[in-house]
C-alpha cells in the first residue's frame, strides 16, 4: 500500500492538503530547523514519561519509553545533519502552540493525566506522520522526500504504541471514548494554528 494510502486511513478528523506541503517547503531550512526541535522534545517527552511514572503500571513500560526516546533522538540527529549541511543552525529557543494546545487538554490525577499524556503523544505522532506523507510526496528535493518518507513508518509506529500503552493503563472502552473526544480536540487545535515554515503550522490561506 502506497504511503499516501496509508495515511488516508489514519483516523484524524482533518486532512493536510498538499499545498501546505509546498508551502512550507518553499523555507526548506526554516522547516528543518523546527522539525529538529520536535525530535527533541519528542524524545525528552518519553524520557519524562519513564521518569515520572517509573514501571509502576505494567512491565514493560520501561523498555517501551526508552525505545522511542533512542528513535527520536536517532532522528534528530538526522534531521541536525541535514541542518546543518543546508547551511541552517539551532536557535536558543522554540515554541510549538499546537502541543502546547494539546497538553493544556490533559486532565489532572493519576490514571487520567498519564491515559492524556499518552494519547496527545499518540496524537502529535499521528499528525507527524500523515504530514511526512505530504512532505514525502510533493518535495521535489529528492534527499528530503526520502528522509521524509522513511520517518513516515516511525512516526506510524509510535502513534500506535502511544494508544495501545493507554488502553494497558485504563479500560479499554474509556480510553477509546477519550481518544474519539481527543481526535476532534486536535483537528481544532490544528485549525488553529498560524502558518509558516513548520511541521505543525496552520493549513489556512494555502
Known sequence: MAMMDKAAELPLRSRTPPEWGRAVLAEPVALLADHAFLEQKAANNAMELMTRWPGEWFPGWLEAMTSVARDEAAHLAQVTRLLIKRGGRLGRGHRNPYAQGLRALV????????????????????????????????????????????????????????????????????????????????????????????????????
Do not use: N
Not at 130 to 136: K, Q
Not at 143 to 168: D, R, T, V
Open 107 to 206: 486532565r489532572k490525577g493519576a490514571e487520567a493525566e498519564i491515559i492524556d499524556r499518552l494519547i496527545v503523544s499518540a496524537l502529535i505522532e499521528m499528525r507527524s506522520c500523515e504530514r511526512f506523507a505530504v512532505l514525502a510526496e510533493v518535495c521535489e528535493d529528492q534527499e528530503l522526500a526520502a528522509f521524509y518518507g522513511a520517518l513516515f513508518s516511525s512516526e506510524m509506529g509510535h502513534y500506535k504504541l502511544f494508544l495501545k500503552l493507554a488502553q494497558k493503563v485504563g479500560p479499554k472502552a474509556a480510553v477509546m471514548a477519550r481518544w474519539e473526544q481527543m481526535l476532534v480536540a486536535e483537528a481544532r487545535v490544528l485549525a488553529g494554528q498560524e502558518p509558516g515554515p513548520r511541521m505543525h503550522s496552520g493549513t489556512a490561506g494555502v
